[in-house]
């Protein structure tokens, strides 16, 4: 995103960007990385939060926890979600991810 001009931060959303004269905005590739390999590459509409024609946001708000612990949380929400179907395997412990689950 750094061919874009910030703009002030959104509320939690600190990474803000003007995109007023923009015909075309390239939104970054982003992908989310669990243990055993597994990683879900977020579209676009999982990255971009657009606040109106001229301002976006990426989707994503810092974690206030950085001294570098272990005990780190992050939230996976709806932004993220929007496009996927979301398995829970509570009996196996496990979660799964389709992309293009919900429409």
């Given at each position: 995103m750094s061919r874009y001009p910030k703009a002030d931060p959104f509320d939690v959303l600190d990474m803000r960007y003007n995109l007023s004269g923009y015909k075309v905005v390239h939104s970054p590739e982003v992908s989310l990385?669990?243990?055993h390999g597994v990683n879900v590459r977020l579209d676009?509409?999982?990255?971009?939060?657009?606040?109106?024609e001229e301002q976006a946001c990426l989707g994503f708000a810092a974690n206030k926890d950085d001294d570098g612990g272990d005990d780190d949380l992050a939230i996976i929400e709806n932004t993220?979600?929007?496009t996927m179907e979301v398995v829970y395997d509570v009996e196996g412990e496990r979660i799964g991810f389709r992309p293009h689950g919900c429409k």
């Amino acid at each position: 995103m750094s061919r874009y001009p910030k703009a002030d931060p959104f509320d939690v959303l600190d990474m803000r960007y003007n995109l007023s004269g923009y015909k075309v905005v390239h939104s970054p590739e982003v992908s989310l990385s669990f243990g055993h390999g597994v990683n879900v590459r977020l579209d676009s509409t999982g990255i971009i939060y657009v606040l109106s024609e001229e301002q976006a946001c990426l989707g994503f708000a810092a974690n206030k926890d950085d001294d570098g612990g272990d005990d780190d949380l992050a939230i996976i929400e709806n932004t993220q979600q929007k496009t996927m179907e979301v398995v829970y395997d509570v009996e196996g412990e496990r979660i799964g991810f389709r992309p293009h689950g919900c429409k």
